[in-house]
């Protein structure tokens, strides 16, 4: 059974740096779509990155697009969402997904995916 932990959430300032974990269990395969997806409080969750392990692509939300990168270690099994220049709007439950189906764009939105961790809380103050 597949299980995605996430790690490195915290309480940072303005313009502060992050790097969300999100360590795979049960699954180690090639054919995988990742989404890092953040819900703030009372807004919908929305889709902010993805990575394809099917041809290492990633995308990009344009509100995050060239501050966030999500980059993998495939001997840890282990996706990361480097965060930089935070902002406020930034504040979040941040949740890694994954999906085994090819397509793996921005477009997607959260609900294609199927397997969710449990979150790891991003928190930026002014």
């Known amino acids: 059974q597949v299980r995605l932990v996430e790690s490195g959430g915290a309480s940072v300032r303005t313009g502060g740096s992050l790097r969300l974990s999100c360590e795979v269990f049960?699954?180690?395969?090639?054919?995988?779509?990742f989404g890092w997806v953040r819900q703030a409080p009372g807004k919908e969750r929305e889709l902010v990155a993805t990575f394809s392990t099917f041809d290492q692509s990633s995308d990009y939300k344009d509100t995050v697009s060239g501050r966030f990168r999500v980059s993998r270690d495939n001997n840890k099994n282990t996706v990361y969402l480097w965060m930089d220049t935070l902002r406020p709007e930034d504040t979040a439950m941040y949740y890694c997904a994954a999906k085994f189906t090819r397509t793996c764009t921005i477009l997607l939105g959260p609900r294609p995916f199927n397997h969710w961790g449990e979150g790891t809380q991003v928190t930026v103050s002014s």
């Open positions: 049960g699954y180690s395969g090639s054919g995988t779509c």
